[in-house]
């Protein structure tokens, strides 16, 4: 584990600025717990899917999930693992990297759920 890691917190948005973005996280906490759920739900979309569909989808494949979870990890109250984004992307068959945003976006320009 690198130690000397510092965050660029400068890219971080001011909670006066996104309040409203911060109000709809539960337990106190400013920030969702995933970024690709935007993603998901986005593909999900344009595949003509439902959230019930995705999750049967999902179970087919060997991870049991129920339409509740994914609705959860959408709207980015649900931490995903690393094996549930391999999982998602296969489902929804596209390559891992569309599940995460372009990589020069900075942080307080993130989509959110």
Same mark, same amino acid.
């Given at each position: 584990? $690198?130690? %000397?890691?510092? =965050?660029?917190?400068?890219?971080?948005? *001011?909670?006066?600025?996104?309040?409203?973005?911060?109000?709809?996280?539960?337990?106190?906490? $400013?920030? !969702?717990?995933?970024?690709?759920?935007?993603?998901?739900? *986005?593909?999900? $979309?344009?595949?003509?899917?439902?959230?019930? #569909?995705?999750?049967?989808?999902?179970?087919?494949? &060997?991870? %049991?999930?129920?339409?509740?979870?994914?609705? *959860?990890?959408?709207? &980015?109250?649900?931490?995903?693992? +690393?094996?549930?984004?391999?999982?998602?992307?296969?489902?929804?068959?596209? =390559?891992?990297?569309?599940?995460? !945003? %372009?990589? +020069?976006?900075?942080?307080?320009?993130?989509?959110? #759920?």
């Amino acid at each position: 584990m $690198n130690r %000397d890691f510092v =965050p660029d917190w400068e890219h971080v948005p *001011k909670r006066e600025h996104v309040k409203h973005i911060y109000e709809q996280f539960p337990m106190g906490r $400013n920030y !969702p717990l995933n970024i690709v759920g935007f993603y998901v739900a *986005k593909i999900r $979309n344009q595949k003509g899917l439902s959230q019930a #569909a995705l999750a049967t989808a999902c179970e087919a494949a &060997g991870w %049991d999930i129920s339409r509740e979870t994914v609705a *959860k990890i959408e709207s &980015g109250f649900r931490w995903v693992g +690393d094996f549930e984004i391999v999982k998602l992307a296969r489902v929804l068959q596209v =390559p891992i990297t569309e599940l995460f !945003p %372009d990589k +020069d976006i900075p942080f307080s320009e993130l989509p959110q #759920a």
